[in-house]
Structures are given as structure tokens and as C-alpha cells.
């Protein structure tokens, strides 16, 4: 069903590195990549299937550090700036690219902050066609004090390995996993309830993707955003979870959406949760149907639609 090629990148300041490239494909001349998020890896066969069903290839890619691609030897999840995965994405796009004549991004929380930056440094090139961002993570979703100690960042500790003493909190992983009551069942060894450690140089480095896309952005193309239309901060698990972003604040997303590039497209998703894809069924279908409608109108519209 899925194809899958380690991709061998560079060493990193741990030593070697590789991303993972999984592909289903339907024999299109238009192809999907996605792209996780902080403490994930793709592991959401039904938004495969959904795009295959419409004649699109899809792949994913589990970048540096996460999932498939985590080595023994990595801290997970563990980079010095988002640029680090730069080098996937342009292999990755560069080996869709030929075979295919249309290429959307669709991101999810971290991944759409990337996927933001990396198309804003390869615009005006025409190797994607458009960005689909599934609640991406344009800020932090923490008290302004708090905000502001992340920005004071910019300091040696930024550039070490030391875990923060955030504490780990498992009320997203318990809406989603089975053995919690959710619908998803997905390795937790890959995507553990609690998530990850946060590290003092990540954070640095997301805070410095951030402050560069709250400056502007100039992406080229179509951009789409999707965010639930409620925001909810608990430290223990309530049954609202299960119907509102308990990871970032939607109005955040909405408000630096525009921020991205000229033509942006931002839906909220009533009952939705932080992986929007990850809703309850009624709710994931108005998903599905509002990327449907985006991919028509401005991605598919101009290009020759062929099987």
C-alpha cells in the first residue's frame, strides 16, 4: 500500500541524520506532500485515502528526529533552527517534482510553521502550487510572561541540549489515542501521550521562526489555514477536550495568518481539535470538504487536470 525511502541527509550537530519519505500513489500528475508536527509522525492513513480517492498521490514525511527517522543516538525532536529541515523538503519535493506537474504542502502544527518558511524561501520557483496549513503553530500558546521569557532565549542557553521544566501534560494524547477513549490508534513509542521534552535551543528556534513570520512573510501561492473555532488550556482532561484545540490558541492562528503571503484563505473548524484531521467524523468531513473546495478553486484551477 505505502512505498517507503529513508532519505540520507547531512550530519547534524549529532551526528547522522535521515528523514523518511512514505508514498501511496495513484498514478497522478498531482501529488500531496504532508508534513507532522511536534511530537508525531504520519501515521493518518484516512487523509491518504482521501486524497488518492481524488486522483492525487500522496506523501508524507517523517522528518529528521521523529518517527521512522529517529535514531538511537538523536535527542528527539531536537534541532537548532526550522531551516534544519530544509534539506528534506527539497529532496523530498525535487523527487515528486518529477513525476508531477502539481504540488500542494498540507502541514499540520509544527510542520505548517515550517512548510510557511520554506515556501517563502523558495518563491517565485514553482515547485509547489500551494500550502494547506491544518492549525499551524504561529505562536506560543502561553501567557504573555511567559512568551516574553521564551523571547529572552537569545542567550547561550539557546543553544543547548537542556530540557525545560514544563512539565508534560497528556490530555491531547488522551482525546485521541484508543486506550484513552479516543478513536486513533497510533504507536506510542513514536507519539507518546504526554509528548516530548521541550529543549531550551527548539524552543529557541520556534520562537525565531515565529518572530520572522509575524515580520511577513512573502509566499507566492495559495495558502489555506484551518483552526478550530475554540481554544481551551487545561492541565487535566475535561470532556470539552475532545471538541477544541487543547494545544494552541486559534486566534493566534488567525490572527498571523495573513501574515503569510498576499492570498490566504483562513477557516475555523467548529468542534474541531488541535489535528484537525483528528476530529470526530462529522467534523474531520467539513475538514475534508473545505481542502476540497480550496484544491479546486485555487490550486486545480489552471492546471491541466490529467488522470
Known amino acids: 500500500m505505502y512505498e517507503i525511502s529513508v532519505l540520507r541527509m547531512p550530519d547534524d550537530f549529532e551526528g ?29 492513513d484516512h487523509l491518504a485515502e482521501h486524497y488518492v480517492e481524488r486522483g492525487i498521490d500522496f506523501y508524507a514525511l517523517d522528518l529528521r528526529k521523529y518517527g521512522r527517522s529517529l535514531l538511537p543516538h538523536q535527542t528527539r525532536g531536537l534541532i537548532r533552527s526550522v531551516t534544519d529541515y530544509f534539506p528534506e523538503i ?43 496549513l491544518n492549525s499551524p503553530f504561529f505562536d506560543l500558546n502561553v501567557p504573555a510572561p511567559l512568551r ?6 537569545r542567550t547561550p542557553l539557546s543553544y543547548t541540549k537542556k530540557a525545560l521544566p514544563l512539565g508534560l501534560n ?8 484508543r486506550s484513552e477513549g479516543g478513536e486513533w490508534d497510533y504507536d506510542l513509542d513514536l507519539k507518546p501521550l504526554a509528548g516530548f521534552s521541550v529543549h531550551s535551543m527548539w524552543l529557541a528556534a520556534i520562537r525565531r521562526a515565529q518572530r520572522r513570520l509575524h515580520a511577513g512573510l512573502s509566499v507566492d501561492v495559495p495558502v489555506l489555514v484551518l483552526a478550530s473555532a475554540t481554544g481551551l488550556r487545561v492541565r487535566d482532561f475535561v470532556p470539552e477536550a475532545r471538541s477544541a484545540d487543547v494545544v494552541l490558541d486559534p486566534r493566534q492562528i488567525a490572527r498571523w495568518s495573513t501574515q503569510v503571503g498576499p492570498h490566504v484563505t483562513c477557516v475555523r473548524i467548529q468542534d474541531g481539535v488541535h489535528d484537525l484531521v483528528l476530529s470526530a467524523e462529522p467534523v474531520r468531513k467539513q475538514v475534508f470538504a473545505e481542502l476540497d473546495r480550496w484544491m479546486t478553486t485555487y490550486v486545480h484551477q489552471g492546471n491541466e487536470k490529467r488522470p
Open 90 to 132: 527539497d529532496e523530498a519535493v525535487r523527487l515528486i517534482r518529477r513525476d508531477h506537474d502539481e504540488v500542494t504542502i498540507n502541514a499540520h502544527s509544527t510542520g505548517g510553521l515550517v512548510a510557511a518558511l520554506w515556501a517563502d524561501r523558495v518563491r517565485g520557483r514553482g515547485l509547489v502550487q500551494g500550502l494547506a
Open 148 to 153: 516574553l521569557a521564551a523571547d529572552l532565549l
Open 170 to 177: 497528556t490530555v491531547y494524547g488522551q482525546t485521541l489515542h
Open 16 to 44: 547522522e541524520v535521515v528523514a523518511t519519505l512514505i508514498s501511496r500513489t495513484a498514478g497522478s500528475r498531482r501529488a500531496v506532500l504532508y508534513l507532522h508536527g511536534f511530537t508525531d509522525y504520519f501515521f493518518q
